[in-house]
Each structure stands twice: as structure tokens, then as C-alpha cells.
């Protein structure tokens, strides 16, 4: 019957020969690897909004966005208007860049949203989801 410190003393052992495949090189080049796997994850998690980040992007999308977004979004990007509860909480996004350019510009007349691509340009656009950035909530999705 093995006692705990045996069991330890096993282990050891087994890790020292490299009997269970965990030798100190390849302990290290896991690492490496792991922290390059976290590095391409944070990149994969950026946004891919060309102005993301950006300053001056971010106060002209707050602009637009207070020009045009306010009456159905809200002030606080959170659907509530002076309607009420009536169009989708921006701070919580989750389909990410492209899919809300392609909202933006063609609408969701579904859902009562009016397609923008005759008022606002690519740029525009972009500026305000730079600026709807700065907003997100956690679980919000903007690459």
C-alpha cells in the first residue's frame, strides 16, 4: 500500500526519468508555446475595426453616434430610448465588426432599424463602432 511520501517519491521519480514525458526542455518549450498561443488568442481578440483605438476616431463616432444612434439606442448605448426597452443593447455586442457594419449599413427592418449606408460612409461607420467599443461590455464581441 502506498503512503503519500511514497507516492511523492514515485513521482519523482517518474518525472526526473522522464518516464512520463515531462522532462525539463519540453516543460519549457510548452511554456514558450503557450505563452505564443496566448499572444495569437489577444491578437485573434482584437477588434478587426480599422480605427479601433483610435482617439480621434472614437470622439468623431461619439459624435455620429449622438447624431444618429441616440433616439433608438439611448444615451448609454443601451437600447433604452425614450421609447423604452426598444432597440438592442450596443454595450453587449456579439456578432462582431462585421456583422455590424453590414447591420449598420443595410438595417434590420425586422426589428425596425433602418438601413444607414445612404447616410453614413465606411469611415463613419467605423468611427462609431470605435466609439461603441469604448463602451462594451464584458462578453461583447468586436473582432
Same mark, same amino acid.
Given at each position: 500500500?502506498?503512503?503519500?511520501? $511514497? ?8 518525472? +526526473? $526519468? ?7 526542455? =519540453? +516543460? ?16 485573434? +481578440? ?6 479601433s ?13 449622438f447624431?444618429? /444612434?441616440?433616439? /433608438?439606442?439611448?444615451k ?14 450596443? =454595450?453587449?455586442f456579439? =456578432? ?29 461607420? +467605423? ?6 467599443e469604448?463602451?462594451?461590455q464584458?462578453g461583447?464581441?468586436?473582432?
Amino acid at each position: 500500500m502506498f503512503t503519500v511520501r $511514497s507516492l511523492a517519491i514515485f513521482l519523482v521519480v517518474l518525472l +526526473a $526519468s522522464g518516464a512520463i514525458g515531462l522532462d525539463p526542455g =519540453r +516543460a519549457v518549450a510548452m511554456e514558450s508555446q503557450t505563452e505564443e498561443t496566448k499572444a495569437a488568442a489577444r491578437q485573434a +481578440a482584437a477588434s478587426s475595426n480599422p480605427l479601433s483605438g483610435q482617439e480621434e476616431a472614437i470622439q468623431s463616432g461619439r459624435k455620429l453616434y449622438f447624431t444618429w /444612434c441616440i433616439q /433608438c439606442h439611448g444615451k448609454d448605448a443601451d437600447g433604452v430610448s425614450r421609447f423604452g426597452k426598444y432597440a438592442a443593447d450596443l =454595450r453587449a455586442f456579439w =456578432r462582431g465588426y462585421r456583422e455590424f457594419v453590414t447591420i449598420v449599413k443595410n438595417g434590420r427592418t425586422d426589428k425596425q432599424m433602418p438601413p444607414w449606408k445612404e447616410v453614413l460612409n465606411d469611415d463613419q461607420i +467605423a468611427q462609431v463602432g470605435a466609439f461603441l467599443e469604448t463602451l462594451a461590455q464584458d462578453g461583447a464581441n468586436w473582432k
